[in-house]
Each structure stands twice: as C-alpha cells, then as structure tokens.
C-alpha cells in the first residue's frame, strides 16, 4: 500500500515543517499545493519534496483535490499545514501500509491545542476527522469554508491523534477570524443571502453558549 501526502499552503513558513517532518517514512511521496507563498514556505517545502506547485488560490476544497489529483499513489493522507502525525498515529499507518485494507477511507481523531494548550472540552476533542482515503473513493466539497470530505464507502477508525496547533498567538487568533469572516460574506454574498442582525449577533451568541456549556467548554 503506498500513500502519497498532501498539503495546501499559504505562508506556512513558521508551522509547515513539523508537518513535512511527521510525513517521512509513512509516505511514498509529498505533495505540496502552495497558492503563491510571500514567505519561505515554498523554498522549505522543497528540502523535503520536489513535488511543489504553485495555484492560485481559489477556495479550501478546490486546492485540495487540485492537489488530489497531483498524487501518484492509489492511498491519500491529507495533512494541514498546522498539524502533524502523532508518534502513535505514525505507527499504526506504517502497520496499514502492510496490509490491505478493506475500506474506503480511515478516521482519526484530532488533538487541538490553543495558544499551547490541549483543548479537551468545547466539541474540540476528539474532532475525528477523515484524512486517509482512496484517491479515486473521496473528494473534497464546499465551496468557501467547512470543506468535507464525501467518501464512498466504509470507513474505519484509527487510534492515533493528529496534532493541530490551531493559532500560535491572539494575533494570529484575529487575523483567521477575520479571514473566515471574509470568506463567510463571500458565500453569503454568492448565494445572493443578506447578511442580517441574526448572523451579526445572535448567531456568535449561540455559538459561544453551545460551546461553552452544552460541549463542557468551562471546563476548559
């Protein structure tokens, strides 16, 4: 069974090589999607793959089964920048490589850290996400933010955690809320919906409140 890794960046220079780095030894070749990087992400990819292309950016699910399609191998692992493969998860993949699956896709669960800190209430653990697939058994859908992934098939679980380092500072924080906000008006402005006082305010409210009491959030 080979796998082939993928990534899409955009100026990941400071967080991308814990993720090449986890990649070595489980996968038969890196790809690595960037959508024209100001920083050394692209120059930091390259000591790692020469499978780097450069894309503008269009949307989150577009570059990545852009980048999809640029594997050689049947078995994708798909990565964030900002994430890497746990020592456990690592093992229990090279152990699949010897095998042969009888599934579709694997899920994994997700391990989230803020600002340094394990998340382990608020619906951010164990936030188990598919990311080892067929090529030809899943693709990527939605168009601006929330890409899923629709498979084809069964799919299992697995026991090893991804590490996502989600923001490395308050700075950071507000710059991808602000992003996403963009991106958020982009789709409602898209499918022509008004932007109105319930997605302003009580939307945020609501969201806050779930995460904070119904997901156990305080505890946290």
Request: hydrophobic share 40%; net charge positive; charged share 30%.
């Given at each position: 069974?080979?796998?082939?890794?993928?990534?899409?960046?955009?100026?990941?220079?400071?967080?991308?090589?814990?993720?090449?780095?986890?990649?070595?030894?489980?996968?038969?070749?890196?790809?690595v999607v960037d959508s024209f990087s100001s920083?050394?992400?692209?120059?930091?990819?390259?000591?790692?793959?020469?499978?780097?292309?450069?894309?503008?950016?269009?949307?989150?699910?577009?570059?990545?089964?852009?980048?999809?399609?640029?594997?050689?191998?049947?078995?994708?692992?798909?990565?964030?920048?900002?994430?890497?493969?746990?020592?456990?998860?690592?093992?229990?993949?090279?152990?699949?490589?010897?095998?042969?699956?009888?599934?579709?896709?694997?899920?994994?669960?997700?391990?989230?850290?803020?600002?340094?800190?394990?998340?382990?209430?608020?619906?951010?653990?164990?936030?188990?996400?598919?990311?080892?697939?067929?090529?030809?058994?899943?693709?990527?859908?939605?168009?601006?933010?929330?890409?899923?992934l629709v498979v084809e098939g069964n799919v299992?679980?697995?026991?090893?955690?991804?590490?996502?380092?989600?923001?490395?500072?308050?700075?950071?924080?507000?710059?991808?809320?602000?992003?996403?906000?963009?991106?958020?008006?982009?789709?409602?402005?898209?499918?022509?919906?008004?932007?109105?006082?319930?997605?302003?305010?009580?939307?945020?409210?609501?969201r806050c409140a779930k995460s904070f009491f119904?997901?156990?959030?305080?505890?946290?």
């Amino acid at each position: 069974m080979e796998i082939s890794a993928v990534i899409i960046t955009f100026n990941e220079e400071k967080r991308l090589e814990p993720a090449l780095k986890s990649l070595a030894g489980v996968a038969s070749e890196i790809i690595v999607v960037d959508s024209f990087s100001s920083d050394g992400t692209v120059k930091l990819a390259k000591k790692y793959t020469k499978d780097v292309f450069q894309r503008k950016w269009t949307n989150f699910s577009d570059q990545k089964n852009f980048a999809n399609n640029r594997a050689s191998f049947p078995w994708i692992l798909s990565l964030d920048a900002d994430e890497r493969l746990s020592p456990e998860l690592r093992e229990e993949i090279l152990q699949i490589k010897n095998e042969e699956p009888d599934c579709s896709a694997f899920s994994m669960p997700r391990q989230v850290f803020y600002l340094g800190k394990w998340i382990r209430h608020s619906g951010w653990y164990p936030d188990r996400k598919i990311r080892l697939f067929q090529k030809d058994k899943a693709r990527w859908e939605g168009e601006y933010i929330h890409e899923k992934l629709v498979v084809e098939g069964n799919v299992q679980k697995l026991k090893g955690v991804i590490h996502h380092f989600t923001y490395r500072n308050i700075s950071d924080h507000l710059a991808r809320v602000d992003k996403f906000s963009e991106l958020g008006a982009q789709k409602l402005y898209t499918q022509k919906k008004k932007c109105r006082l319930y997605h302003l305010v009580f939307l945020p409210i609501f969201r806050c409140a779930k995460s904070f009491f119904l997901k156990a959030g305080f505890l946290g």
